[in-house]
């Protein structure tokens, strides 16, 4: 079966100081990747999908980046993080282009 | 530009009552739609979704949404609520072919014993 996994959990990191948050799947192949940010009262905002290695597609113009070093794998970064980046991140996968995203639990980002 | 709507923020009810949440959404085209559901402390997972067919779907934990083309809704709805339902609720409309989601804003319930 597929699991998707986010780490770390939680994380408070001092203004501009840098990220990287990671996601990796397992139990598929070539899967459709997704970060969203979700704020209280807003629901979730895509950030960036991928559909392959080295493919990333951004929604959002901001302080972040994401990559795709492995088919697998999911990275979020930014060189230096603003108090606006403080959210819930969540990372999901589908397989193809059209059809249900599985989402993994999520880190909790604190700006201070 | 597309968007997706949730009526209510927030839904209070006792066990028992009968559940309904809004979404409507802004797209001309085809849609795939869904229903999530996020319980305290847990991720988010599928309730139920509708590609095409019947649209009446049911989905798990006795939930089901009705899919009305021309007013371009997918209401959720659940006869008979229970605690356990305590969760929040989010619309979502999957628009092209990249697997792209709109999601609402989310509906918080809450329900009293």
């Known amino acids: 079966s597929q699991t998707i996994h986010q780490w770390p959990a939680t994380l408070v990191q001092p203004v501009g100081s840098p990220l990287s948050l990671e996601c990796t799947v397992e139990?598929?192949?070539?899967?459709?990747l997704y970060w969203y940010r979700q704020a209280a009262g807003r629901g979730l905002q895509l950030l960036f999908y991928?559909?392959?290695?080295?493919?990333i597609s951004s929604e959002v113009p901001q302080n972040l980046s994401a990559s795709r070093p492995q088919d697998r794998q999911f990275i979020l970064s930014s060189k230096k993080l603003l108090l606006s980046d403080s959210g819930f991140y969540l990372c999901?996968?589908?397989?193809?282009?059209?059809?249900?995203?599985?989402f993994g639990p999520g880190t909790r980002l604190t700006v201070l | 530009a597309q968007s997706v709507s949730q009526h209510n923020h927030h839904v209070i009810l006792s066990e028992a009552a009968s559940l309904e949440l809004g979404c409507n959404y802004s797209y001309g085209g085809t849609v795939n739609l869904f229903w999530y559901v996020q319980y305290p402390g847990q991720h988010l997972q599928l309730l139920l979704k509708?590609?095409?067919?019947?649209?009446l779907v049911k989905g798990i934990k006795g939930f089901e949404a009705e899919f009305i083309k021309s007013k371009f809704s997918f209401n959720l709805r659940k006869p008979s609520v229970q605690w356990s339902d305590t969760a929040e609720y989010f619309c979502?409309?999957?628009?092209?072919?990249?697997?792209?989601?709109?999601f609402g804003a989310g509906t918080q319930v809450v329900v009293t014993p």
């Open positions: 999901a996968w589908s397989l193809g282009g059209r059809g249900e995203q599985f």
């Open positions: 979502a409309v999957e628009t092209d072919s990249w697997g792209k989601f709109q």
């Open positions: 139990g598929t192949s070539n899967p459709n």
């Open positions: 991928s559909v392959g290695i080295g493919q």
């Open positions: 509708y590609f095409s067919g019947d649209p």
